[in-house]
Structures are given as C-alpha cells and as structure tokens.
C-alpha cells in the first residue's frame, strides 16, 4: 500500500475468502461487485468510488476493458480494485 496521492491498488486474491466487512474496509466503502467473464474472475470495487472522485485504477480498468471492450471509451475503475480467483471467493 502507498500514500502516493492518486493511486490505486489491485490486489489479487486466489485462495482465501472474504467476509463483506473485510472487502469493505479493503476497498474503502460500499462494494460492487464486477463479474469478468473472459477469466471467470470477480473484481470487488467500491460501488461509489467515481462519485466521491477517487483515482482512476489504471490496472483494475485495463482489466475491466479486456472482459468490456465495448465499455473501453466509456468507463473506467476508480478505487482500490479485489481481483478474487481461484478459490477465493466473497463468504
């Protein structure tokens, strides 16, 4: 983690599960969560972070874009982004 201002953190997750309580305190807030079908991954983001103008997520939106190509001009991750697979998954 860093104090670096404007950044945003991907962290990945493979075998442990998460409680709702913990994937909000790791993303900060209310959490979505985004599907990726191409990796059949889940990506847990905070569900207001665009609202409350949090860093755009450079990694997190790449990987959005490789599953949404059509949302790729469109939208993008703000926020500390969950990549859960594997195992890991939200208890």
Same mark, same amino acid.
């Given at each position: 983690?860093?104090?670096? !201002?404007?950044?945003?953190?991907?962290?990945?997750?493979?075998? +442990?599960?998460?409680?709702?309580?913990?994937?909000?305190?790791?993303?900060? #807030?209310?959490?979505?969560?985004?599907?990726? !079908?191409?990796?059949?991954?889940?990506?847990?983001?905070? +569900?207001? #972070?665009?609202?409350?103008?949090?860093?755009?997520?450079?990694?997190?939106?790449?990987?959005?874009?490789?599953?949404?190509?059509?949302?790729?001009?469109?939208?993008?991750?703000?926020?500390?982004?969950?990549?859960?697979?594997?195992?890991?998954?939200?208890?």
């Amino acid at each position: 983690m860093t104090d670096t !201002p404007g950044y945003a953190k991907t962290i990945h997750k493979e075998k +442990e599960s998460l409680t709702l309580d913990q994937l909000q305190k790791l993303v900060g #807030g209310y959490i979505e969560l985004v599907n990726l !079908p191409n990796t059949k991954e889940q990506m847990i983001i905070n +569900e207001e #972070g665009k609202l409350i103008g949090l860093p755009v997520n450079e990694t997190a939106t790449k990987i959005f874009h490789e599953n949404y190509p059509h949302l790729q001009d469109r939208d993008v991750i703000c926020g500390d982004a969950i990549i859960l697979s594997g195992k890991a998954r939200m208890k």
